[in-house]
């Protein structure tokens, strides 16, 4: 009661602050494993606290890894090598996407996410009155906060294929690497070309995603790097990509996204074939455990926190409190389909690289995500897979009744 009426003296912006606050010590109180608390603690602080990629400055991280050379030039990894030779036939040009089209969020035809993305009853009840246009411009701003994730991101990817470039032992996983990184400079390319040129600027990194981005430039193991990098955030950001690539009007936004999907499905391939066998020979027992644990907080950090409290200061810090707009997002059914999809992709990766052993399972099962076990790995999925895939079931979602 005290704090309520405490709370309500004070300014929309100063209470905001202290919610945030209050939620960043409650995610790092989540981490139960003191070896991944020592691991995403610093980085929590710089993130969440710091909010060091807020600052308008450059950010410094300082790695640790070790360049892992060979002199010998094995040809240890034939499925690495025949990655690499599809990853060399698959390069393609940012300038051959149709750039010319020209993009307008409002128009309702070519709407960047669906109308019914958020619940328009939710906000009706919690007394959010916007108009046809302003609910467009709206959704436009979401759209634009998940592409400019999606661009942190890549940068994030970008310097970590050339930090595992370096430091993987596999020789054929090297030539392979470098690959990736063209792959990420052109996805830097192609995302900020959109956002500067066809919706007019972008968003600040999530905090969240900061927090990611900056444990996994700073581990000095290799091992994790990948784990982290091509196996969470670019298997979760496959699942984004697929799910925008379906649902959106916009054809110059699908694609884009059609050609990303190829290169991204590659990547995640790549993180697998990876550590599978390192994971599950090669790997002492304790150390595989903590691998597990971290896969599962970084699972759950990347499910809950996800909450575009960027949109939020733009939109609502006046309208409601951070509590209120968290149920919101989270209760849209857009962000809903967005969680489903990323995780179906991610569950059945972990498995495969060993990290869902019989102890940790429970946990997943308590949160619901062990229902994507039994789902394809991204080493049985090609991206031309995935997009026919996503194809039918946009057809079928456009033609109500069909089969
Ligand atoms: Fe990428
Ligand atoms: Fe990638």
Redesign the pocket.
Known sequence: MFRERFLGRLSPKVRSQLDAWQEAAEVLGEVHDPRVLASLGPSGVRGLLLHRGKQGVPTGVKAHHTAHFDWQYPHDQPEMAELYRRAKAGQWDADDLPWQTSVDPLNPELLLLPADFVDLDMAFDMGIRLDETEWRRFGASIAGWMLSQFLHGEQG?LFAAAQVTEAVPSFDGKLYGAT?VM??AR?VEVFLRYLETKLGGLYQVNDNLFVIIDALMADSRWDMKFLGMQIMV?GLALGAFGVLYKVTAEPLLRALLAQVIQ??AR?VHYGVVALRDHFTRELGEAERREREDWALEVSLLMRNRFMAYEVYEEWFEHKMSRAQWRRFILASPGMEMFRTVMFSRLVPNLREIGLLSDRIRPRYEQVGLLRYLNGASADRLTGKDMLDELDAERARELTPGAP
């Open positions: 990817a990736q792959d990420e996805h670019e290169d991204e990547h």
